[in-house]
């Protein structure tokens, strides 16, 4: 409902990544350019890293709409398999049978189907997205398919996407083959403050003017201390900043706002770090532990969602409201009409009134004068 408010053609902070929002900070170009020239390059592995939320899908759906023709894609997103299961994704991503079929059966149908491709001069690209949650079974099955190469290039692409923790993953001495088949690595950090400002205008600015909404001194500074500068922790504070804004009927953001939209999505009163890692020493010694930025932000999502139920029932009351607002204006034009109508009945009515008197007050006289009139005839002519 805001969105015309404001003047947008779309809400501006929507958590899809979708690659039409995409901000290029320096980190995050420094990354799309690493994604770019790993695939031009057919540098086998690629390993992009970031914290939850930090933007690391919304660019690979940017490397995915700008796939050319002469590459074939397979992307994963359900990590949470064993290698069989994984094997047999990547198969069925490719257009390949997988029912009924052994991991023996799907890696020899897979490496055929890959040399396959190559020989028609088309690239394949595997993308692992959330890879961190891949067991270590898993990951070695990804490290035997890229020991498909040619003379000078690979004959697969594999990019692995995934949180900090990830690269602890690989550290593990069990997994060094893979950490030494990894050409490009790439990690991608929060914003710094400078950029979450230019971020959350360049949101506001893809979908409407820049302009459409004002922001007092220092509420910037206040978003990026409670979002660490996490763009998904942004989006979530912005879109119920506007919200905020459209229900109290203004265009300018200020401080009282932001402390309110805080306090709704319960941050807590310190900045993100910039990697879990800093955080959870520990994760060494752990087979799988969720990072405390991805707790958090877990449990901020579950109140926003939470709040987005009971803002849409006050969005479903608005419009409601605004719907017998028209209603009841449409009524009251009516009703006027109707009295404006009464009102000339009323005057023609008076006027008709008006006459009647006239015509009763000239034809009483003209009686009495004619009653008069024989009166005196009678006189004269004798008595009565």
Do not use: W
Not at 100 to 119: A, H, V, Y
Request: aromatic share 8%; charged share 25%; with cysteine.
């Amino acid at each position: 409902m805001y969105t015309d408010f404001f003047g947008l053609s779309a809400k501006p902070f929507e958590l899809l990544p979708n690659p039409k929002f995409l901000y290029l900070s320096k980190g995050h170009r420094k990354a799309l350019s690493y994604l770019q020239y790993g695939v031009q390059e057919h540098a086998g592995f690629t390993l992009l890293t970031g914290e939850v939320g930090s933007g690391k899908t919304t660019l690979v759906r940017d490397i995915i709409n700008k796939i050319s023709s002469d590459m074939t894609l397979s992307m994963i997103f359900n990590t949470r398999v064993d290698a069989r299961q994984l094997i047999a994704m990547i198969n069925e991503d490719f257009g390949l049978v997988v029912t009924g079929k052994d991991k023996i059966q799907l890696l020899r149908e897979l490496n055929d189907f890959l040399l396959e491709e190559c020989s028609a001069n088309r690239q394949p690209i595997i993308i692992i997205d959330e890879a961190q949650n891949l067991s270590a079974e898993a990951l070695e099955e990804i490290r035997l398919l890229s020991n498909l190469e040619a003379d000078t290039f690979k004959l697969v692409q594999i990019i692995l996407v995934g949180q900090p923790e990830l690269r602890q993953i690989i550290a593990k001495p069990s997994l060094r083959q893979l950490r030494q088949r990894i050409s490009i690595s790439c990690h991608l950090n929060p914003l710094n403050r400078e950029e979450t400002e230019e971020y959350i205008f360049h949101r506001i600015g893809t979908v409407g003017s820049r302009d459409c909404v004002s922001f007092a001194e220092g509420v910037f500074d206040m978003i990026f201390r409670f979002s660490g500068g996490i763009p998904r922790l942004i989006n979530l504070i912005c879109d119920f900043l506007l919200l905020s804004a459209f229900v109290e009927e203004t265009r300018h953001i200020y401080i009282e706002l932001v402390k309110d939209a805080v306090n709704e999505l319960s941050f807590e009163d310190t900045p993100l770090p910039a990697s879990a890692v800093e955080m959870e020493r520990v994760i060494g010694h752990r087979e799988r532990m969720p990072s405390p930025v991805e707790d958090r932000l877990t449990q901020i999502e579950e109140n926003y969602a939470k709040l987005n139920a009971s803002r849409s029932e006050k969005e479903a009351i608005l419009e409601r409201l605004s719907s017998q607002g028209s209603i009841l204006e449409y009524l009251i034009n009516q009703q006027q009409s109707q009295f404006g109508h009464f009102e000339e009945q009323l005057k023609k009515i008076s006027s008709q009134i008006d006459r009647l008197r006239q015509m009763i007050l000239v034809e009483g006289k003209r009686t009495a004068h004619q009653e008069t009139l024989m009166l005196e005839t009678r006189v004269k002519s004798g008595p009565f």
